[in-house]
Nanobody, 129 residues
Framework: QVQLVESGGGLVQAGGSLRLSCAAS????????MGWFRQAPGKERQFVAA???????????DYADSVKGRFTVSRDNAKNTVYLQMNSLKPEDTAVYYC???????????????????WGQGTQVTVSS
């Protein structure tokens, strides 16, 4: 099991940028797939991005169509932290953002919310027009 702590949310104007951090403890990235999801009030939790790394290689990296070209996932192994860099933010990006982790042996689809069993507490991102 891995524990996740998120930070970096806040209020930003449309067109601005934020970087979210997800610090993990208990396991290394080699044991888990990492996902980013978001949920706006009254809406279902939505896939944002997913990744898996082994050593210096990226095994898997994918983004939702709505964020491709604007959001970028990266990692810092020394800090055991995954980042979501969000650029060119739009008001429709406003949501609570969650990082998530699951064993690489669990499930089949990294974009499915119900296949993750480790979640951060969420961090609010608000984009004003």
């Amino acid at each position: 099991q891995v524990q996740l702590v998120e930070s970096g949310g806040g209020l930003v104007q449309a067109g601005g940028s934020l970087r979210l951090s997800c610090a993990a403890s208990g396991r290394t990235f080699s044991s888990y797939a990492m996902g980013w999801f978001r949920q706006a009030p009254g809406k279902e939790r939505q896939f944002v991005a997913a990744s898996r790394w082994s050593g210096g290689s990226t095994y898997y990296l994918d983004y939702a169509d709505s964020v491709k070209g604007r959001f970028t996932v990266s990692r810092d192994n020394a800090k055991n932290t995954v980042y979501l860099q969000m650029n060119s933010l739009k008001p429709e990006d406003t949501a609570v953002y969650y990082c998530a982790a699951r064993s690489i042996s669990s499930g089949r689809y990294y974009y499915r919310t119900d296949e993750y069993d480790n979640w951060g507490q969420g961090t609010q991102v608000t984009v004003s027009s």
